[in-house]
């Protein structure tokens, strides 16, 4: 599986961004798709996260500002964030778990794209 994010950019702080992101290569596998992002010198960490049935996971300190919905078909996802304010800025990547077997998940990122908020 292969993931190409794009959207991000330089925003001032209250402004919005949407973020988008295409999955290729094995798309039938993929049970889930999503957003991590990587601030400086901290951890990834996981954003949002949407799975092939419409379930829909969000990190606490993101809830009410970013929504993460998918395209018409089951190989984009999009991730909508408002309210922008310096401490999201990040390198966001796009994820994509997919079934590898039986209880078995392998987990992709992409290379991420660059998210700065201005105060």
């Known amino acids: 599986v292969q993931l190409q994010a794009s959207g991000g950019g330089l925003v001032q702080a209250g402004g919005s961004l949407r973020l988008s992101c295409a999955a290729s290569g094995s798309i039938s596998s993929i049970h889930a798709l999503g957003w991590y992002r990587q601030a400086p010198e901290k951890e990834r960490e996981p954003v949002a996260l949407?799975?092939?049935?419409?379930?829909?996971q969000y990190a606490d300190s993101v809830k009410g500002r970013f929504t993460v919905s998918r395209g018409d078909a089951w190989n984009t996802v999009f991730l909508d964030i408002d309210s922008l304010n310096p401490e999201d800025t990040a390198v966001y990547s796009c994820y994509a778990g997919a079934v590898a077997g039986v209880g078995v998940v392998d987990d992709y990122w992409g290379q991420g794209t660059l998210v700065t908020v201005s105060s």
């Open positions: 949407i799975t092939r049935g419409g379930s829909i």
